[in-house]
Each structure stands twice: as C-alpha cells, then as structure tokens.
C-alpha cells in the first residue's frame, strides 16, 4: 500500500463500485486496502506481537483487530518494532457494543488508538449491530462519521450487518460504509448480504474465509479443509485448500482476513496472487453453501448477553 494518511471524506449515497486489483481494494471513499489482511481473532495477547510481526515480515500490509480481543496493544508493538513505515501498514479495528453511542465511541477511539498507539487509524467498523438498541448503534456510526471528516480514521464500516440493518443504517447516515465485515466461507456464502453490499458499493470482507474459526466446534461438520470438491480443485492447482478457498473469495471480490499463529501457515495463506480459479472451479465452490451460520445469530446479539468491558488505553 502506497501513499500518505491524509483524511478523506467517506463516500455519500452515490457510493461508486469498487474495484479491485491483483492484491489491493479500492474502497468507495478511493482509499486502497490490501486485498488480504491477516487476523488476530482468539489470538492470546502474549502471542499477538510474534504472529503480527510473522505475518508482517512475510509481506501482509492490513492487521485487522477489534477492541473486544482485547490484543490491540499486541498489534501496536509489532507495528512500532517492525521497520517499516507507518503508511505502509493498514490497520483496522472495530468498536465493541458496549461503547456504542455517540459520546462513548469517540472516547472508543481514544482507547483503540491508544493502545495501537497510533494517531489516525485507517479503518475503524463497528463489531455487531444492536438490532434492539439501534438507536445506540446510529449514535456509534455517526461518532465515526465525525472521526472521518476529523481525519483521526481514513475510512468506517461494520461488521454483521444484515440487509435490514444495512438499511436502517443508511437511512439515518450519511457516509456509505466502506466496508461489511462478515462471516462467508464456503459453506457459509451469505449470498443476501453480499448482494447488499455490493448494491450500496460497499466491499465485503470475509471473517473466517475457510471456516475454521467457529464453524465445526459443535462437531456436526466436516472441515472445509477435507472437503472432497475444495481439494481436488487444490489438487488441480498445486495448491492446498486454504489457498483455493481465499484465492475463491478474492477473485469474487472479496477481502480476506485469514488467521493462523503458525509462520508457515502465515506464508501460505499469503500466496494466493499467483493462481486463478475457473469459472466452474468457482461455481463448485459456490454450490457447497449450506446456509448453516457458525458465529452467533445478529439479531440475538444484546449487551446483556454479550457484555464487555473495554479497557482504558
């Protein structure tokens, strides 16, 4: 990623259709954004520095984090240990629920800023909707609003945002989101949403893009990784299954968050621009959906059953 963090304006409700090059992703408001991130969801704040620092040195330029993993500080170590320039690293990181509201994400962002220990973060979402306080949630975007026309963030966004929540957001703001978080993976394509997304140009990107981070832990599923048709697509590629399954995402125009702690599995889910995928190879992987979600439920998420609190910075 190139260029200086200069503030910029999100997009208004002309939002204009993304595209997307080999490695990077224009979002709507003309910021890049490396077409692949590398995730620290679950990852023990004692391991964060090391697994950031590994993927940084393998050449990821997006760390995306959130408030509620509470490894923001981990992330902001590599970041300061590592030798490269501040505007080469795109970071992101979302606000927690509990800090919805107007007031309270401003202060959200001292926090998140504090511990990355940055001054202007380049892409800032928020975690979940509230659908039962959405009101709160409308205060939270447009305190978002304010930071980006402030400069302190280059872009905003959400996160688990579903058509209807897209909607009610869109019709009380005014800046599109520049991107949706979600969880899409073979088996979980979210067509709606997707579709949504790209509606209104906002950039898809995929959490859990091989559908190992919550998919399979109450037992009833197989792994995307053994599945019969991903790995004879991977065969025909000299590619494992991981790679079929991001290179699938990004030539669908999809970002990719992928997450390991491992250094060699780091590279390999980073080496996935030198291989295309078929339209049927594309179309198989398609018709694995099985409209079966592993992250909780939208509309189920409450801040009295999913209660944090953020610490100070």
């Given amino acids: 990623m190139t260029g200086t963090h200069s503030p910029c304006l999100g997009a208004r409700r002309t939002a204009r259709v993304v595209s997307m090059a080999p490695e990077n992703i224009v979002l709507n408001n003309g910021i890049t954004m490396p077409a692949i991130g590398f995730g620290v969801f679950q990852t023990p704040p004692d391991e964060t520095t090391i697994a950031v620092t590994a993927a940084l040195e393998t050449g990821y330029r997006h760390i995306d984090t959130a408030a509620a993993y509470l490894n923001e500080r981990g992330v902001g170590e590599a970041i300061s240990r590592s030798d490269l320039d501040r505007s080469d690293i795109f970071i992101e ?7 919805f509201g107007y007031d ?6 001292d926090k998140a800023a504090g511990k990355l220990g940055v001054e202007q973060i380049d892409l800032l979402i928020l975690h979940q909707p509230l659908p039962g306080e959405f009101d709160l949630t409308i205060g939270a975007y ?17 996160s688990n945002f579903m058509p209807e929540h897209l909607t009610g957001l869109l019709d009380a703001t005014s800046v599109v989101p520049a991107v949706n978080q979600i969880e899409v993976h073979p088996y979980f394509r979210q067509t709606a949403v997707l579709d949504a997304d790209a509606e209104h140009g906002i950039v898809s990107q995929a959490w859990s893009p091989i559908g190992g981070i919550t998919f399979y832990r109450d037992g009833k599923h197989g792994s995307t990784l053994e599945d019969a048709t991903i790995v004879a697509i991977a065969q025909m590629h000299g590619k494992t299954a991981a790679q079929v399954m991001l290179r699938w995402h990004l030539q669908q125009g999809r970002q990719v968050i992928p997450k390991s702690v491992t250094p060699s599995r780091i590279a390999e889910n980073f080496a996935v621009f030198d291989f295309d995928l078929s339209d049927d190879d594309l179309a198989a992987i398609d018709a694995l959906d099985t ?18 609190t953020i610490p100070e910075a």
């Fill in 291 to 308: 409209g079966i979600r592993g992250g909780p439920e939208p509309e189920a998420i409450t801040r009295e059953r999913f209660g944090l």
């Fill in 93 to 99: 990181t979302k606000i927690w629920i509990t800090d």
């Fill in 142 to 158: 447009k305190a978002l609003e304010k930071l980006l026309a402030d400069g302190k963030v280059r872009a905003i966004g959400v």
């Fill in 104 to 109: 309270q994400t401003q202060h959200a962002f």
